[in-house]
């Protein structure tokens, strides 16, 4: 995500046989992370990160404890389209309130978990540890250090929660005849297969959420030849348009160099 590419790329085909360049994938560097740091390397930045997906899970369960959802009206076949439509409208808002809070939560502890992981880039001890990475960012920063990022992280996240739900409300409700027999088995993976569908298409809302957490904090990756000094989320959102660089980092193996 952030351009680090110490390893070239390496000639291949594509499906039509033309020589393209590679980007070496998640396996090469996972070896090469090993090679330089040891099978640790692998692991930088994972103790902040769970503490960050623990926050998230006891703040979902304690908004769901504030706002039941026993109150909100789940979406039956036997509902009219307008009836269906405004009960999927209201648990997506239910939705979205949960996963709001809880991002805002723990956010913080994503960007330490962040700036750990890019430390690889440039061999830096800079954050060694969860507390005092978080004394450095607060000594550095001020409160807002551990909110960088968060406004592309949200705008993604509501992006794909109403895009993933209302896509999968009108394929359930246009596109899946009820005279078919595996209709109910099609309509129970369609939110599934919107999910996928559409969190690529709101990864760069990710991988910019990701660069601003790391971007002009003192680390290499951090800093150019990577990325300038972004004044903001847009201006970052921009340069990597500019670059066609808004997937970057969003294939796990087959990474087409570019041009």
Request: hydrophobic letters at 45%; charged letters at 20%; one cysteine or more.
């Amino acid at each position: 995500q952030v351009g680090h590419e110490p390893l070239p790329p390496i000639v291949g085909r594509n499906v039509l046989g033309r020589k393209v360049l590679y980007l070496p994938g998640f396996f090469t560097y996972a070896r090469h992370i090993v090679e330089v740091d040891g099978k640790r390397g692998l692991f930088r930045g994972l103790t902040p990160r769970l503490i960050s997906s623990t926050l998230s899970t006891i703040t979902r369960g304690s908004v769901k404890k504030a706002f039941p959802p026993e109150d909100m009206e789940h979406v039956s076949n036997k509902d009219d389209v307008k009836t269906s439509l405004r009960k999927v409208v209201k648990e997506t808002s239910h939705e979205m309130m949960m996963q709001c809070v809880s991002r805002v939560v723990s956010h913080p502890l994503h960007v330490v978990s962040m700036r750990c992981m890019v430390q690889f880039v440039g061999r830096e001890v800079k954050y060694s540890g969860v507390f005092s990475a978080i004394g450095r960012i607060l000594k550095e920063e001020g409160i807002l250090g551990f909110f960088v990022g968060l406004v592309p992280h949200i705008l993604g996240d509501v992006i794909f929660l109403w895009c993933c739900n209302l896509l999968a409300h009108f394929i359930n409700t246009y596109a899946v005849d009820d005279n078919f027999s595996q209709a109910s088995v099609i309509r129970s993976y369609t939110k599934f297969v919107m999910g996928i569908a559409v969190s690529m298409l709101t990864y760069p809302f990710l991988l910019v959420g990701d660069l601003m957490a790391v971007n002009n904090c003192g680390l290499r990756a951090g800093l150019p030849p990577y990325a300038p000094a972004f004044t903001s989320w847009i201006h970052c959102w921009r340069y990597l348009s500019a670059q066609g660089q808004l997937f970057r980092g969003s294939s796990l193996l087959f990474r087409r160099a570019p041009m």
